[in-house]
């Protein structure tokens, strides 16, 4: 009765992704728990960390796709809105180690006591509460979101000028939270963790767990997603991407539709960096950096945009290259990133996901350009399309 | 003079200039109820830029754009001008060509425009009846589920005259639907005009003559941004600054 | 042809005689300071007064030494040198030549010692020295000194100097000096007063501090006129930082606009988002180090102009990665902004990477010709040579561009092509070789920005990054598809960020910029000078 709703709800291709992502998180954690680890078929716990790192990408990237693949705003800065997720869930971490910090200090994380600060910054107040940590997670990234994307949208800035602007973004922020005075660790960033609602962080089943809810959390994440962008906002909202103007003279208010599902994508991605912080021990501004945000982007687009499953798979397939290559050559991981960036754009617009599409081949060629929605903005009458 | 409560569309003295090119140069132009307007012009006449200025696209510099007698439309934007019921096809057929024929209906059809209305949409039975019957309207039945990518440019056209039918406005501008379309589709066209002016009012922008002769409808001559001749089709065509303007000087 | 002659044989003589003189010169030097270790206390200020009468900046070096108790002489031979302690390891000078003479062991000297009374003889000796010295520069910041410290003693040197010195700055100094010293040591109300107004007039920070200290001894009357005075000078003063908060502001600019001109044709003209615009920038950087590099081991002669050479060289090698670049990956991407803002983010990194495996990833040092370093002073600021020049640099390029745009008929073409492509083609323009080539010279325009930040900045794979963002920011401030916008958007976010930083520090007035620019395109998305009308929408 349950699966027939979901089948609905999820089609074949959604239910059946589910089903293969479920299974496989319980064929690691078995295998972990289970097996010794001489046997040829254990995942260590380090693995098991790692994988828990990219389901949290994941996530990250299929925010990203929500706004970019279905919506056509390209955002160059939802690693800011990652980041700020996991500074919030950092904070919380912080506030959890108590006196048991280098200076002994029962309120007051170390980086404080060393900068001589005597009481916790306003901003810090609550976060000994996971709930409240939680919530900031999401809250935080959200409302900045939605601050930036009510200017943004109301005043209908689209294309690379979008992009570029929310690159500033992440780019100021970079340059804010690395200063000392912000109250957030500075260059250093937040670390040292001991332990996340009462369990030890280094200790291998904390670390399955948190592996197991970041799946969990990745699953209801896709199906939500899979349901909004079927809904009639969900084509409203690729009507949108492929036709801005002509929504707007159907009488939508194309703003309002893009900055709600901006603001949830930001609050999305907060979840994902909240999800990340326990999982790697640390938060830093490098988060911030702009070259971590642009790098989710290739995610999607080496998966497919416009598709949910193309995100996952990008978000694991390159974040695995990464992790093997840059251990075994790391002078050629910057060459194969930027070719990755390269080839995908010239010679697979669509991803991964595009080349099971061959059907909609020739609906995409003349799609893609529309997707961008701005060729008009250049005098180009875009001659070498397609 | 018109009576400005009778007129649905007023434009007076419009002009617009872009980098002091004046596309719009004192235009004025009366639409009342339920009425068919033809208007024809040659090439950068300012036919599609007046239909920005009435849709909220542009703004005009100067002049009154009243809608109904008292809704100032200089004042709004885009989408509450939509709200209000005046609904348009472009000249080249705009339509969501990755999305169904259904689903382009479907997000055209007079329903909640809100971001939470549509979340939680259902199809009702009332509705798909509906679409059905505008797309046996536009012949588009048996494409009901394809892609509009897939259509030809007749059928794209077909489409959005079903979208803007679907909208429900109380005015249609329509530009150039007839291009595309073979001679009995044009003719079809012009009959389903004819058809909705009886309750609505529409101002049809074309080249095709023969289109123009088949609405049997008062014409307006547009040259350089203002009226050059209004009347019916056999009485602007006689009109020798409207020859001039057609055949060159 | 004579004359010539002439001219040779007077410049060989009088080089040979300046060779002897100072050659006769120098002996006499190091017999004085050598004799400083023979005998008493009594000796030694007899030593010290030959040395004042000498009139030569050199002595200077030793008599702050001995002042200090770092002059010694060799035991066994009785020469003087300066001893230095660094690391626990005692480094001797020269204190003539000042070049160094190794380490050594220090028992095998003894300090040359000094008593107050010495002291103060040097101090007065040094001060009346430092007011003769041979440069107006150096006398001018001798009477600084005096200013600042109000330095009694100095007053006799400065009023014997004052009946020869010639020079008007430094005279102005020197009365300034001179009032000082009066101000504090003089009761008569009159004086005093003549005093302030003499500071007054002269301004700048030292005078305002000698006024401030003046005033708990003031009585009232002269104490109200002090205030006044004070006032005046913080008026002017304040003038003063704004000027200089406009050139520090101007001088960014032109960092920024060097930077973004090139991409002003890529991203303004042509419309193509290149994220590699920046590594163009480093490529012209590290063409200026190679350069620098082989005319250093080839021709060193030529070691001055190697920035001439660098130029056209920056230029055409950014200029060929642009073309490779446009050639290769953009010209598939027309029409599809977003995925070029993608692949060319790669190309980035590709570049980056490059350059790093080729020359490490350590800064690479490239020296700045000798017409092009130093500074010199107007009224209260300093301006140095460099960035002077940059910034009529930057303007000079700009220019050479809006004369190629509007007058050459490959700037016709280009704007034929961007306006209309398929009208320019059918005119018989090849469109394909215009792009290749508007792209080319906005990445070797790029070249050249490197040329010139090389001069200023640390030469390393990262330099590109660190100017991406502001190059969009100017060129989407100051409005897509215009040169003039480009110039003012730089020159404002420049001067911007100078005038915040005083009270926001670098980082947030940095912040605070970017943060307005967002602001700023929401309310005016096209930028400052939009283009308006149908033809972009």
């Given at each position: 009765?349950?699966?027939?709703?979901?089948?609905?709800?999820?089609?074949?291709?959604?239910?059946?992704?589910?089903?293969?992502m479920?299974?496989?998180?319980?064929?690691?954690?078995?295998?972990?728990?289970?097996?010794?680890?001489?046997?040829?078929?254990?995942?260590?716990?380090?693995?098991?960390?790692?994988?828990?790192?990219?389901?949290?990408?994941?996530?990250?990237?299929i925010?990203?796709?929500?706004?970019?693949?279905y919506?056509?705003?390209?955002?160059?800065?939802?690693?800011?809105?990652?980041?700020?997720?996991?500074?919030?869930m950092?904070?919380?971490?912080?506030?959890?180690?108590?006196?048991?910090g280098?200076?002994?200090?029962?309120?007051?994380?170390?980086?404080?006591?060393?900068?001589?600060?005597?009481?916790?910054?306003?901003?810090?107040?609550?976060?000994?509460?996971?709930?409240?940590?939680?919530?900031?997670?999401?809250?935080a990234?959200?409302?900045?979101?939605?601050?930036?994307?009510?200017?943004?949208?109301?005043?209908?800035?689209?294309?690379?000028?979008?992009?570029?602007?929310?690159?500033?973004?992440?780019?100021?922020?970079?340059?804010?939270?690395?200063?000392?005075?912000?109250?957030?660790?500075?260059?250093?960033?937040?670390?040292?963790?001991?332990?996340?609602?009462?369990?030890n962080?280094?200790?291998?089943?904390?670390?399955?767990?948190?592996?197991v809810?970041?799946?969990?959390?990745?699953?209801?994440?896709?199906?939500?997603?899979?349901?909004?962008?079927?809904?009639?906002y969900?084509?409203?909202?690729?009507?949108?991407?492929d036709?801005?103007?002509?929504?707007?003279?159907?009488?939508?208010r194309?703003?309002?539709?893009?900055?709600?599902?901006?603001?949830?994508?930001a609050?999305?991605?907060?979840?994902?960096?909240?999800l990340?912080?326990?999982?790697?021990?640390?938060?830093?501004?490098s988060?911030?950096?702009?070259?971590?945000?642009?790098?989710?982007?290739?995610?999607?687009?080496?998966?497919?945009r416009?598709?949910?499953?193309?995100?996952?798979?990008?978000?694991?397939?390159?974040?695995?290259?990464?992790?093997?290559?840059?251990s075994?050559?790391?002078?050629?991981?910057?060459?194969?990133?930027?070719?990755?960036?390269?080839?995908?754009?010239?010679?697979?617009?669509?991803?991964?996901?595009g080349?099971?599409?061959?059907?909609?081949?020739?609906?995409?060629?003349?799609?893609?350009?529309?997707?961008?929605?701005?060729?008009?903005?250049?005098?180009?009458?875009?001659?070498?399309?397609? | 003079?018109?009576?400005?409560?009778?007129?649905?569309?007023?434009?007076?003295?419009?002009?617009?200039?872009?980098d002091?090119?004046?596309?719009?140069?004192?235009?004025?132009?009366?639409?009342?109820?339920?009425?068919?307007?033809?208007?024809?012009?040659?090439?950068?006449?300012g036919?599609?830029?007046?239909?920005?200025?009435?849709?909220?696209?542009?703004?005009?510099?100067?002049?009154?754009?009243?809608?109904?007698?008292?809704?100032?439309?200089?004042?709004?934007?885009?989408?509450?001008?939509?709200?209000?019921?005046?609904g348009?096809k472009?000249?080249?057929p705009t339509?969501?060509?990755?999305?169904?024929?259904?689903?382009n209906?479907?997000?055209?059809?007079?329903?909640?425009?809100?971001?939470?209305?549509?979340?939680?949409?259902?199809?009702?039975?009332?509705?798909?009846?509906?679409?059905?019957?505008?797309?046996?309207?536009?012949?588009?039945?048996?494409?009901?589920?394809?892609?509009?990518?897939?259509?030809?440019?007749?059928?794209?056209?077909?489409?959005?005259?079903?979208?803007?039918?679907?909208?429900?406005?109380?005015?249609?501008?329509?530009?150039?639907?007839?291009a595309?379309?073979?001679?009995?589709?044009?003719?079809?066209?012009?009959?389903?005009?004819?058809?909705?002016?009886?309750?609505?009012?529409?101002?049809?922008?074309?080249?095709?003559?023969?289109?123009?002769?088949?609405?049997?409808?008062?014409?307006?001559?547009?040259?350089?941004?203002?009226?050059?001749?209004?009347?019916?089709?056999?009485?602007?065509s006689?009109?020798?600054?409207?020859?001039?303007?057609?055949?060159?000087? | 042809?004579?004359?010539?002659?002439?001219?040779?044989?007077?410049?060989?003589?009088?080089?040979?005689?300046?060779f002897i003189?100072?050659?006769?010169?120098?002996?006499?030097?190091?017999?004085?300071?050598?004799?400083?270790?023979?005998?008493?206390?009594?000796?030694?200020?007899?030593?010290i007064?030959?040395?004042?009468?000498?009139?030569?900046?050199?002595?200077?070096?030793s008599?702050?030494?001995?002042s200090?108790g770092?002059?010694?002489?060799?035991?066994?031979?009785k020469?003087?040198?300066?001893?230095?302690?660094?690391?626990?390891?005692?480094?001797?000078?020269?204190?003539?030549?000042?070049?160094?003479?190794?380490?050594?062991?220090?028992?095998?000297?003894?300090?040359?010692?000094?008593?107050?009374?010495?002291?103060?003889?040097?101090?007065?000796?040094?001060?009346?020295?430092?007011?003769?010295?041979?440069?107006?520069?150096?006398?001018?910041?001798?009477?600084?000194?005096?200013?600042?410290?109000?330095?009694?003693?100095?007053?006799?040197?400065?009023?014997?100097?004052?009946?020869?010195?010639?020079?008007?700055?430094?005279?102005?100094?020197?009365?300034?000096?001179?009032?000082?010293?009066?101000?504090?040591?003089?009761?008569?109300?009159?004086?005093?007063?003549?005093?302030?107004?003499?500071?007054?007039?002269?301004?700048?920070?030292?005078?305002?501090?000698?006024?401030?200290?003046?005033?708990?001894?003031?009585?009232?009357?002269?104490?109200?006129?002090?205030?006044?005075?004070?006032?005046?000078?913080?008026?002017?003063?304040?003038?003063?930082?704004?000027?200089?908060?406009?050139?520090?502001?101007?001088?960014?600019?032109?960092?920024?606009?060097?930077?973004?001109?090139?991409?002003?044709?890529?991203?303004?003209?042509?419309?193509?988002?290149?994220?590699?615009?920046?590594?163009?920038?480093?490529?012209?950087?590290?063409?200026?180090?190679?350069?620098?590099?082989l005319?250093?081991?080839?021709?060193?002669?030529?070691?001055?102009?190697?920035l001439?050479?660098?130029?056209?060289?920056?230029?055409?090698?950014?200029?060929?990665?642009?073309i490779?670049?446009?050639?290769?990956?953009?010209?598939?991407?027309?029409?599809?902004?977003?995925?070029?803002?993608?692949?060319?983010?790669?190309?980035?990194l590709?570049?980056?990477?490059?350059v790093?495996?080729?020359?490490?990833?350590?800064?690479?040092?490239?020296?700045s010709?000798?017409f092009?370093?130093?500074?010199?002073?107007?009224?209260?600021m300093?301006?140095?040579?460099?960035?002077?020049?940059?910034?009529?640099?930057?303007?000079?390029?700009?220019?050479?561009?809006?004369?190629?745009?509007?007058?050459?008929?490959?700037?016709?073409?280009?704007r034929?092509?961007?306006?209309?492509?398929?009208?320019?083609?059918?005119?018989g323009?090849?469109?394909?070789?215009?792009?290749?080539?508007?792209?080319?010279?906005?990445?070797?325009?790029?070249?050249?920005?490197?040329?010139?930040?090389?001069?200023?900045?640390?030469?390393?794979?990262?330099?590109?990054?660190?100017?991406?963002?502001?190059?969009?920011?100017?060129?989407v401030?100051?409005?897509?598809?215009n040169?003039?916008?480009?110039?003012?958007?730089?020159?404002?976010?420049?001067?911007?960020?100078?005038?915040?930083?005083?009270?926001?520090?670098?980082v947030?007035?940095?912040?605070?910029?970017?943060?307005?620019?967002?602001?700023?395109?929401?309310?005016?998305p096209?930028?400052?000078?939009?283009?308006?009308?149908?033809?972009?929408?």
């Open positions: 009765m349950i699966s027939d709703k979901f089948y609905k709800y999820l089609g074949i291709s959604g239910s059946s992704f589910l089903c293969i479920g299974g496989a998180i319980l064929i690691i954690v078995a295998s972990n728990t289970l097996l010794n680890s001489d046997h040829p078929l254990h995942v260590s716990s380090y693995v098991v960390t790692l994988l828990g790192k990219y389901l949290c990408y994941a996530i990250l990237a925010s990203i796709d929500l706004v970019w693949g919506c056509g705003v390209l955002s160059l800065g939802h690693g800011a809105f990652f980041a700020l997720g996991g500074y919030a950092g904070m919380h971490l912080m506030r959890e180690i108590g006196p048991r280098v200076y002994g200090n029962p309120v007051l994380p170390d980086f404080m006591v060393f900068l001589n600060w005597k009481e916790l910054p306003w901003y810090w107040y609550g976060f000994d509460m996971f709930w409240f940590a939680i919530l900031m997670a999401v809250v990234p959200a409302l900045l979101a939605y601050i930036f994307g009510w200017l943004a949208f109301r005043s209908r800035v689209t294309g690379v000028y979008l992009s570029i602007m929310t690159q500033a973004l992440t780019f100021a922020l970079l340059l804010a939270f690395y200063r000392n005075d912000m109250g957030f660790g500075g260059n250093n960033g937040l670390t040292d963790f001991k332990d996340v609602l009462g369990f962080i280094q200790e291998n089943r904390t670390r399955l767990v948190l592996f809810i970041s799946g969990l959390v990745l699953m209801i994440t896709f199906m939500f997603s899979k349901i909004l962008v079927d809904s009639k969900g084509k409203a909202l690729i009507a949108i991407r036709s801005e103007s002509r929504v707007r003279f159907l009488g939508y194309v703003e309002h539709y893009k900055l709600f599902i901006w603001t949830l994508s609050g999305l991605a907060g979840i994902a960096g909240a990340y912080v326990p999982q790697v021990g640390i938060i830093n501004p988060e911030f950096s702009p070259a971590n945000s642009i790098e989710a982007v290739l995610w999607v687009a080496v998966g497919g416009g598709t949910l499953i193309g995100p996952v798979l990008g978000a694991i397939l390159v974040n695995g290259s990464k992790t093997i290559l840059t075994a050559f790391p002078e050629v991981w910057l060459f194969t990133l930027g070719a990755i960036f390269i080839f995908v754009t010239i010679f697979l617009p669509k991803g991964i996901m080349l099971f599409n061959r059907s909609n081949r020739k609906s995409n060629a003349s799609g893609i350009s529309k997707i961008a929605g701005l060729r008009k903005i250049f005098i180009f009458d875009g001659k070498k399309d397609g | 003079m018109a009576d400005r409560k009778d007129t649905v569309l007023y434009l007076d003295n419009i002009s617009v200039s872009f002091g090119f004046k596309a719009i140069n004192h235009l004025s132009l009366y639409i009342t109820r339920g009425e068919l307007r033809a208007i024809i012009g040659p090439n950068g006449a036919k599609t830029t007046m239909m920005d200025i009435i849709t909220g696209k542009t703004k005009p510099d100067t002049g009154t754009l009243l809608f109904n007698g008292n809704i100032d439309l200089k004042k709004l934007d885009e989408v509450s001008i939509a709200e209000l019921g005046i348009r472009f000249q080249k339509i969501f060509e990755n999305q169904t024929v259904y689903d209906i479907l997000l055209s059809l007079d329903n909640p425009r809100g971001v939470i209305a549509n979340l939680g949409y259902v199809t009702t039975k009332s509705t798909s009846d509906k679409i059905d019957e505008l797309l046996e309207i536009i012949r588009l039945t048996k494409y009901k589920n394809l892609e509009g990518s897939n259509l030809s440019h007749g059928q794209k056209q077909w489409l959005e005259i079903g979208m803007l039918l679907a909208q429900d406005p109380d005015v249609l501008l329509v530009d150039e639907p007839a595309g379309m073979t001679d009995a589709e044009t003719a079809d066209t012009a009959k389903l005009l004819i058809n909705i002016a009886k309750t609505k009012s529409v101002i049809v922008v074309e080249h095709d003559m023969e289109f123009i002769r088949a609405l049997n409808s008062k014409v307006t001559v547009l040259h350089e941004g203002a009226v050059l001749a209004e009347g019916s089709l056999d009485q602007v006689k009109n020798q600054e409207v020859i001039d303007v057609y055949l060159g000087r | 042809m004579k004359r010539c002659r002439l001219y040779k044989s007077l410049f060989i003589g009088l080089l040979l005689s300046c003189n100072t050659h006769l010169l120098a002996d006499t030097l190091n017999d004085t300071i050598n004799s400083l270790a023979k005998g008493g206390f009594k000796e030694r200020a007899k030593v007064g030959l040395m004042s009468r000498l009139n030569d900046d050199r002595i200077l070096n008599l702050e030494a001995l200090a770092k002059l010694y002489f060799r035991k066994n031979n020469q003087v040198i300066i001893l230095k302690k660094e690391d626990n390891k005692y480094y001797a000078k020269d204190p003539v030549t000042k070049s160094n003479l190794g380490v050594v062991q220090k028992k095998q000297f003894k300090k040359i010692r000094v008593n107050n009374r010495l002291r103060r003889q040097i101090k007065l000796t040094l001060s009346s020295l430092k007011l003769r010295a041979s440069s107006p520069k150096d006398r001018i910041l001798a009477a600084t000194n005096i200013l600042k410290t109000i330095d009694k003693s100095a007053l006799k040197a400065i009023q014997s100097q004052l009946l020869i010195e010639k020079n008007k700055s430094v005279r102005k100094a020197m009365i300034a000096a001179r009032a000082s010293v009066i101000l504090f040591n003089n009761s008569s109300n009159a004086k005093q007063i003549q005093s302030i107004n003499i500071l007054m007039k002269y301004g700048g920070r030292e005078a305002r501090s000698v006024l401030t200290r003046f005033l708990s001894s003031a009585n009232p009357r002269v104490k109200k006129i002090t205030e006044n005075a004070i006032k005046t000078i913080d008026v002017s003063l304040q003038r003063w930082t704004f000027i200089q908060n406009v050139w520090y502001g101007l001088s960014l600019g032109s960092v920024l606009l060097l930077a973004a001109i090139g991409l002003a044709i890529t991203f303004g003209v042509m419309g193509v988002i290149n994220m590699a615009h920046g590594e163009m920038v480093m490529i012209g950087a590290y063409t200026t180090f190679v350069v620098q590099d005319i250093k081991a080839n021709f060193s002669h030529l070691f001055e102009y190697s001439a050479f660098s130029i056209p060289l920056a230029f055409i090698v950014s200029g060929l990665v642009g490779a670049i446009e050639r290769g990956v953009i010209r598939y991407l027309y029409g599809r902004p977003l995925e070029t803002l993608l692949a060319t983010w790669g190309i980035s590709v570049l980056q990477q490059t790093r495996s080729l020359f490490g990833p350590t800064n690479q040092e490239v020296s010709p000798e092009m370093s130093g500074a010199f002073q107007v009224g209260q300093t301006i140095t040579y460099n960035r002077l020049y940059i910034i009529f640099f930057a303007v000079f390029i700009l220019l050479i561009l809006l004369i190629l745009i509007k007058k050459s008929s490959f700037g016709l073409q280009m034929a092509v961007t306006q209309n492509r398929l009208m320019a083609r059918s005119m323009i090849r469109s394909d070789w215009v792009d290749a080539l508007t792209f080319g010279l906005g990445s070797g325009i790029a070249g050249i920005a490197g040329v010139a930040l090389s001069q200023i900045e640390n030469v390393s794979p990262n330099l590109g990054q660190a100017y991406i963002i502001d190059s969009f920011m100017v060129v401030f100051g409005g897509v598809g040169l003039w916008g480009t110039l003012v958007g730089a020159m404002t976010l420049g001067v911007a960020n100078k005038f915040l930083e005083p009270f926001a520090g670098a947030l007035a940095k912040i605070m910029v970017l943060i307005f620019i967002i602001l700023f395109i929401q309310k005016r096209r930028g400052m000078f939009a283009l308006k009308g149908r033809a972009i929408e």
